[in-house]
């Protein structure tokens, strides 16, 4: 019940197209999903983070869409750049400062 | 602007060898916290502290030992390296402790 789980693993999107990555989760307490991007080498950097009163969040080119009831949450990225070729990872956070996180999918832009 | 420091980047043990994994924060940030990432599976977190003189344990935390003197430092000890040990630990810091936001570099521990 604590996991969250996230797919694709890989994913390969041209320059310009929508790169969608989709994460699930079980337990209803998680009350706070952010999105993580890692370059290699480097740790994870916050991307983007949505709370479950809210369906939708964007900036700039990257949207968080929020189903509760179906208890899912995505990560679009519009007008994917050869730049945003990173390893995204979704996580859900519980109230006693513990984050769940996903596998992570390892984002491939072509240009 | 350092923002969250870990050193070592890159060590090597031998099975049985104890070590101490440093990380100091520069924003005076109460929360801080130790992950590890393994391919495939995502971050753990290891243990945390919401302040000085205050730890606690995370998802996996058998084999590792925390403290917090200060508000900038919290090392990792490693008590007795184990293979299963191998892995990139991240130390990351955060202003209200709700989720980690200020990762540091990591270090790439192998155990031989």
Not at chain 2, 15 to 31: I, K, P, V
Request: aromatic residues 12%; charged residues 15%.
């Amino acid at each position: 019940q604590q996991q969250v789980k996230q797919s694709p693993q890989s994913l390969i999107v041209q320059k310009g197209g929508i790169s969608i990555i989709n994460c699930a989760y079980e337990n209803t307490a998680f009350d706070y999903f952010p999105w993580y991007q890692q370059f290699p080498g480097k740790g994870p950097a916050l991307l983007i983070a949505i709370r479950p009163d809210v369906s939708e969040k964007k900036e700039g080119r990257f949207t968080i869409s929020f189903n509760k009831s179906a208890k899912q949450f995505s990560l679009h990225i519009m007008d994917s750049q050869p730049g945003d070729s990173a390893t995204y990872f979704c996580a859900a956070s519980l109230s006693n400062y513990q984050l769940i996180w996903g596998a992570g999918t390892k984002l491939i832009i072509k240009p | 602007n350092a923002g969250v420091t870990q050193t070592p980047k890159f060590q090597v043990l031998k099975t049985g060898q104890s070590m101490t994994l440093q990380c100091a924060q520069d924003m005076n940030h109460e929360y801080m916290s130790w992950y590890r990432q393994d391919p495939g599976m995502g971050l753990r977190l290891i243990h945390y502290s919401v302040g000085a003189g205050i730890t606690d344990q995370g998802e996996v935390p058998n084999g590792y030992n925390v403290s917090r003197s200060t508000t900038e430092d919290f090392p990792l000890r490693l008590l007795s390296a184990a293979p299963s040990q191998t892995s990139v630990y991240f130390c990351a810091s955060s202003y209200d402790g709700r989720q980690p936001q200020h990762f540091g570099d990591g270090t790439r521990l192998s155990i031989l």
